[in-house]
Nanobody, 123 residues
Framework: VQLQASGGGLVQAGGSLRLSCAAS????????MGWFRRALGKEREFVAAISWRSGRTDYADSVKGRFTISRDNAKNTVYLQMNSLKPEDTAVYYC?????????????????WGRGTLVTVSS
């Protein structure tokens, strides 16, 4: 499985960005796609996840109500719509995929990772 994240950039606080993650290779319907981020000097943290099969979503408390994860199964692509961005959202964002719905917030459970895309939110 190969993952390609894109869509990062520089945006002012309060603005919006949409990240995309295109998946290729063998994608099983049981897979979950997650977004994680790592800010400078911090560990990689969970942002959101979505089930390929059911569309069930999970979010970190810090992004609930502002970020929306969605998928396009026909394109094997997952999106992260980020609204009302804050300077503390500045980070490198990574997409990753794993099999199964358990522990979607645990980065160590994910098997495949894409290269990150940088999101910078200015104040």
């Amino acid at each position: 499985v190969q993952l390609q994240a894109s869509g990062g950039g520089l945006v002012q606080a309060g603005g919006s960005l949409r990240l995309s993650c295109a998946a290729s290779g063998l994608i099983l319907s049981s897979y979950v796609m997650g977004w994680f981020r790592r800010a400078l000097g911090k560990e990689r943290e969970f942002v959101a996840a979505i089930s390929w099969r059911s569309g069930r979503t999970d979010y970190a408390d810090s992004v609930k109500g502002r970020f929306t994860i969605s998928r396009d199964n026909a394109k094997n692509t997952v999106y992260l719509q980020m609204n009302s961005l804050k300077p503390e959202d500045t980070a490198v964002y990574y997409c990753a995929t794993k099999d199964g719905l358990r522990n979607v917030a645990y980065r160590t459970d994910y098997d495949y990772w894409g290269r990150g895309t940088l999101v910078t939110v200015s104040s």
